[in-house]
């Protein structure tokens, strides 16, 4: 069975860091690129940032460039998002995504 499992998320302090992983299984993570999606209460799953088959490439919304890292270990089959100084605003469900699949999501809670 192909999946991706993300895991890493948790309550971190205003100004905090975070680091979410998601590992896949089942098919070929370095053929695909990658990408990382969230959704807060009542609002839309929006894009985080993506990254290329090879990690050459990488793009991110303007909300969170500059603070969020993507990267990717193929030998691994892990896919990274480093999140740094978060801030209310980034609490949500982060979700990661390759080729068709994509993972249960992991909860980001940012608060005092």
């Known amino acids: 069975q192909s999946k991706l499992e993300e895991s890493g998320g948790g309550l971190v302090q205003p100004g905090g860091s975070l680091t979410l992983s998601c590992e896949a299984s089942?098919?070929?993570?370095?053929?695909?690129?990658i990408g990382w999606f969230r959704q807060a209460p009542g609002k839309k799953r929006e894009g985080v940032g993506c990254?290329?088959?090879?990690?050459?490439?990488?793009m991110y919304a303007d909300s969170v460039k500059g603070r969020f890292t993507i990267s990717r270990d193929n030998a691994k089959s892990m896919v990274y998002l480093d999140m740094n100084n978060l801030t209310a605003s980034d609490a949500a469900v982060y979700y990661c995504n390759s080729h068709v699949y994509w993972g249960q999501g992991t909860q980001v809670t940012v608060s005092s």
């Open positions: 990254l290329s088959t090879n990690g050459g490439t990488t």
């Open positions: 089942g098919f070929t993570l370095e053929y695909y690129a």
